[in-house]
């Protein structure tokens, strides 16, 4: 069985412009989540979604993040205007139901903004 | 509210030496739910184990096992006869049903296997 699919993998550009970070869940899966990884912040929880619906969206850092999820196998993350600071892990994952499931991570989308 | 702390920041220990990762979480909810992750060198997070709070029994798998009491909140982790390969860093997370669809991480526990 597939994974969480997570693209692109690396991801380099420059401040200010818009970045879109992509997220093909586990076939099945009724809810999902968006993380950022930083060294300084550790792991933190941006926004998950259950049945494509938003539930909970305050780790979102501000306007310039935004999150969607048209359908049941997609969602995306995206930065607009990117800064240096957003620099960081991504990671989507995936849980059959909400809550208390287990969550299975994909291989994360490095993000380097210059 | 609730919360994990994973006080070792960083552990070597040499091959083939046990060594035990501590978790200690805080809740008010008798009902939740505890995991084990493991992020290696390449970056991804991987799952090793989810408990529920009913269940105390300690689990084996392998080199791996987990010894959950609900006295101390703690659930710690110990490799037995380590090696490189369990070289990464090791989360701990609590997530309580009913509440919010929360997974809370700790901070982790960076695992140097040395050869």
């Known amino acids: 069985d597939a994974g969480v699919i997570q693209s692109p993998r690396h991801e380099v550009t420059e401040m200010g412009q818009e970045v879109t970070l992509r997220c093909k869940p586990i076939?099945?899966?009724?809810?999902l989540f968006w993380y950022r990884q930083t060294m300084m912040r550790g792991l933190e929880l941006l926004i998950y979604?259950?049945?494509?619906?938003?539930?909970?969206d305050s780790g979102m850092p501000e306007d310039r993040f935004s999150a969607k999820m048209p359908n049941a196998s997609f969602s995306t993350l995206k930065i607009q205007p990117s800064e240096p600071r957003d620099s960081a892990v991504y990671f989507c994952a995936s849980s059959r139901k909400q809550g208390t499931d287990t969550q299975y991570f994909g291989p994360g989308t490095r993000l380097t903004v210059l | 509210a609730q919360k994990v702390t994973q006080a070792q920041t960083e552990i070597s220990v040499v091959e083939k030496e046990d060594v035990t990762l501590d978790c200690v979480y805080e809740?008010?909810?008798?009902?939740?739910?505890l995991f084990w992750y493991k992020q290696p060198p390449s970056g991804e997070l991987v799952f090793l184990i989810r408990r529920n709070s009913f269940d105390e029994q300690n689990e084996i798998s392998g080199r791996y096992s987990w010894n959950f009491q609900k006295s101390t909140s703690s659930f710690n982790f110990t490799i037995t006869a380590s090696q490189v390969v369990d070289s990464a860093v090791y989360f701990c997370a609590l997530s309580e049903a009913g509440r919010d669809d929360k997974i809370i991480f700790g901070k982790g526990t960076r695992l140097h296997i040395l050869p």
């Open positions: 076939s099945g899966h009724n809810s």
């Open positions: 809740t008010r909810d008798t009902t939740y739910y």
């Open positions: 979604f259950n049945n494509n619906v938003p539930i909970d």
